[in-house]
T-cell receptor, first 118, second 112 residues
Framework: GAVVSQHPSRVICKSGTSVKIECRSL??????MFWYRQFPKKSLMLMAT?????????EQGVEKDKFLINHASLTLSTLTVTSAHPEDSSFYIC??????????????FGEGSWLTVV | GEDVEQSLFLSVREGDSSVINCTYT??????LYWYKQEPGAGLQLLTY?????DMKQDQRLTVLLNKKDKHLSLRIADTQTGDSAIYFC????????????FGKGTKLSVIP
């Protein structure tokens, strides 16, 4: 079945540095991918919709200059957390879906990335 | 707007049934989902139901959907300690959408 790979699964970075997280659809093309963030004691919140070949659509309250999203190909979207701060420490997860195949089991999530900023 | 609500905690004894409830607001959702998240891990899709269905059973899992009341439940039969986790209810954000709106998650604790 379709698989979405997310890398790295865990990353620790120093405050002020940038970290890139990759979301890759392994055996299908995904025009649209989604990035979610999980806050402590809160749910997974949609950060942005990543559109292949165009700018990402950010949810209200998400800083687009801080969370850079690039969807340069039909199988890869990247999320770069720039100038990371400890409050950016969180669980980030992406999802992708097979284009033109809308059914209940065609939304695939990556494994997620645990980011710790020290 | 879209909102998915679920109770935050549930505690059951091993061998009993667990019922996790969820309410949602978007009547145009096409699919509703249950995901499981174990500590330090990602999301595991448990099951999903099409909005036109009332019930779906998959081994120990039973999903009930009351579309009129916008109520979704997940029943886990013969709950085991390995079922201890956070369970998320989610709905598609409108008809034909791949975007999901999640509830805050219910932490299920299974007492041996």
């Amino acid at each position: 079945g379709a698989v979405v790979s997310q890398h790295p699964s865990r990353v620790i970075c120093k405050s002020g540095t940038s970290v890139k997280i990759e979301c890759r659809s392994l055996d299908f093309q995904a025009t649209t991918m989604f990035w979610y963030r999980q806050f402590p004691k809160k749910s997974l919140m949609l950060m942005a919709t990543s559109n292949e070949g165009s700018k990402a659509t950010y949810e209200q309250g998400v800083e687009k200059d801080k969370f850079l999203i690039n969807h340069a190909s039909l199988t890869l979207s990247t999320l770069t957390v720039t100038s990371a701060h400890p409050e950016d420490s969180s669980f980030y997860i992406c999802s992708a879906s097979v284009d033109s195949d809308y059914s209940g089991n065609t939304i695939y999530f990556g494994e997620g990335s645990w980011l710790t900023v020290v | 707007g879209e909102d998915v609500e679920q109770s935050l905690f549930l505690s059951v004894r091993e061998g009993d049934s667990s019922v996790i409830n969820c309410t949602y607001t978007d009547s145009s959702s096409t699919y509703l989902y249950w995901y499981k998240q174990e500590p330090g891990a990602g999301l595991q899709l448990l099951t999903y139901i099409f909005s036109n269905m009332d019930m779906k059973q998959d081994q120990r899992l039973t999903v009930l959907l009351n579309k009129k009341d916008k109520h979704l439940s997940l029943r886990i039969a013969d709950t085991q300690t390995g079922d201890s986790a956070i369970y998320f209810c989610a709905e598609t954000a409108g008809a034909g959408s791949y975007q999901l709106t999640f509830g805050k998650g219910t932490k299920l604790s299974v007492i041996p």
